[in-house]
């Protein structure tokens, strides 16, 4: 069974910064991609960032692109989000994604269907 753990959440003002964790248990691909998604209240879920374990470019959305950046840790296991300038629009539950990627360039398109799921983290942004 795969298991997915956000971390890092909480509540910050905006222009600062915060950063959520992802470990990942209990899947063993070769080939994996790790996404984040957010839901604002009231809102439809959005993909903001994926990156892919073989390397290259990470996806973001717009909507993030060059303010948040994805990475992995050493461990292979873990996977962040650095938030940085965050704004009140950035208030949402956040999630973290996992998916075996046997064609990279989806992951990196952003395009790849998620079917591991955790329970998400709620990070608010206050004016």
């Known amino acids: 069974e795969v298991l997915l753990k956000e971390s890092g959440g909480g509540s910050v003002q905006a222009g600062g910064s915060l950063r959520l964790s992802c470990v990942a248990s209990?899947?063993?691909?070769?080939?994996?991609?790790v996404g984040w998604f957010r839901k604002p209240p009231g809102k439809e879920r959005e993909g903001i960032a994926a990156?892919?374990?073989?390397?290259?470019?990470?996806y973001y959305a717009d909507s993030v692109k060059g303010r948040f950046a994805v990475s992995q840790g050493n461990d292979k296991n873990t996977v962040y989000l650095d938030m940085n300038n965050l704004k009140p629009e950035d208030t949402a539950m956040y999630f973290c994604?996992?998916?075996?990627?046997?064609?990279?360039?989806?992951?990196?398109?952003?395009?790849?269907?998620?079917?591991?799921w955790g329970q998400g983290i709620q990070v608010t942004v206050s004016s």
């Open positions: 994604a996992a998916e075996e990627a046997p064609i990279p360039s989806q992951c990196r398109r952003g395009t790849i269907l998620f079917t591991n």
């Open positions: 990156i892919y374990n073989g390397g290259g470019s990470p």
């Open positions: 209990g899947y063993t691909y070769a080939s994996n991609c």
